[in-house]
């Protein structure tokens, strides 16, 4: 059983930073890729990215690719989101996943992930 719990969020402007952490736990967490994923209103869950187990290996999707940097430190279990030069269309909650196929499966495949978090509402003004 892993445990996924999301934080970080908030209510930012536009062209703003922000930084969202995900904590896994369980004992076997670092058997695990992360994906980020979002959700806005009214709009399917869409993958930003995801890092693979050992946190050697990213892969991102378009949405958010040369904005996002994903990282993970296994001695914390912690993987986090550095979000730059935010926009009002990155208004959503964003969630964590973890799963166990390849990073670049992780966005086509997403419902087939393993533990979800709750997430983390973000909220971009202009």
């Known amino acids: 059983q892993v445990q996924v719990v999301e934080s970080g969020g908030g209510a930012v402007q536009t062209g703003d930073s922000l930084r969202l952490s995900c904590v896994a736990s369980?004992?076997?967490?670092?058997?695990?890729?992360m994906g980020w994923f979002r959700q806005a209103p009214g709009k399917d869950r869409e993958f930003v990215g995801a890092v693979s187990q050992s946190g050697a290996s990213t892969y991102y999707g378009e949405s958010m690719k040369g904005r996002v940097t994903i990282s993970r430190d296994n001695a914390k279990n912690t993987i986090y989101l550095q979000m730059n030069n935010l926009k009002p269309e990155d208004s959503a909650v964003y969630y964590c996943?973890?799963?166990?196929?390849?990073?670049?499966?992780?966005?086509?495949?997403?419902?087939?992930?393993?533990?979800w978090g709750q997430g983390t509402q973000v909220t971009v003004s202009s």
């Open positions: 369980g004992r076997t967490v670092n058997r695990y890729a």
């Open positions: 996943g973890a799963g166990q196929s390849a990073i670049a499966n992780m966005g086509p495949r997403m419902a087939n992930l393993d533990y």
